[in-house]
């Protein structure tokens, strides 16, 4: 099985201070924010590699997230689910994706993800 980081994530304190400081001192562009009534999250256009995003959280500072792109998220699915903590099952998203997320040791995040 081959695997691809995807998607990073940092926790903010302050959502619109943060996009500030990422898009006026790293010169970074937004690419969305969600969700589109209140947004807590901001992801950039970047040219290759992870996609890198913010989220305002009120329990700031906390572990972040990391998604990987798989090429089996089934199978991967029935080898990890009862050796693991799971955080979300597998589902089929809305943007036709299938994913799970588990913790680590640590708390972090690792998401699970076949296009």
């Keep these: 099985m081959k695997t691809r980081l995807a998607h990073v994530r940092v926790n903010v304190k302050n959502l619109n201070a943060a996009i500030d400081w990422y898009t006026t001192i790293l010169g970074f562009k937004v690419a969305a924010t969600w969700p589109p009534e209140n947004p807590n999250y901001a992801h950039f256009e970047l040219e290759y590699g992870a996609t890198f995003a913010i989220m305002e959280d009120i329990n700031y500072p906390s572990h972040g997230r990391f998604n990987f792109n798989v090429t089996d998220v089934d199978s991967l699915w029935l080898e990890l689910k009862d050796k693991v903590h799971i955080v979300e099952e597998l589902i089929s998203t809305p943007y ?20």
């Design 96 to 115: 036709g994706t299938k994913k799970f997320t588990i913790l680590d040791l640590d708390g972090n995040e690792l998401g699970f993800v076949q296009n």
